[in-house]
């Protein structure tokens, strides 16, 4: 069993910045790719970034790829999500999702989820 609690959202101006952070129970972190989701009032959750187990790999949907960055700590059980010159249409809550891998994560097969963490962008 993984429990994932999300922190670090906020409210931010257009093009600010704001770092995600994911921490994960267990001993099991580095068992598991990690990923990050984000879910707009009235839309879909969906994808945004996930990084392999040893986090040499990363993948990003298009619209934040050049801005936002992946990254985790294995040692202390985190994965972070920097993102960047933040545009109001990603104002969302933001989950971290734990899977089997990248591939995984990307087509929603996630094994554990967090509660989100809010982020608001002011325009």
């Known amino acids: 069993q993984v429990q994932l609690v999300e922190s670090g959202g906020g409210l931010v101006q257009a093009g600010g910045s704001l770092r995600l952070s994911c921490a994960a129970s267990?001993?099991?972190?580095?068992?598991?790719?990690m990923g990050w989701y984000r879910q707009a009032p009235g839309k879909e959750r969906e994808f945004v970034a996930a990084?392999?187990?040893?986090?040499?790999?990363?993948y990003y949907t298009d619209s934040v790829k050049g801005r936002f960055t992946i990254s985790r700590d294995n040692a202390q059980n985190t994965v972070y999500l920097q993102m960047n010159n933040l545009k109001p249409e990603e104002m969302a809550v933001y989950y971290c999702?734990?899977?089997?891998?990248?591939?995984?994560?990307?087509?929603?097969?996630?094994?554990?989820w967090g509660l989100g963490t809010q982020v608001t962008v002011s325009s």
């Open positions: 999702a734990a899977g089997q891998s990248i591939a995984h994560i990307f087509a929603g097969s996630v094994d554990y």
């Open positions: 267990g001993r099991t972190f580095s068992m598991y790719a």
């Open positions: 990084i392999n187990r040893n986090g040499i790999n990363t």
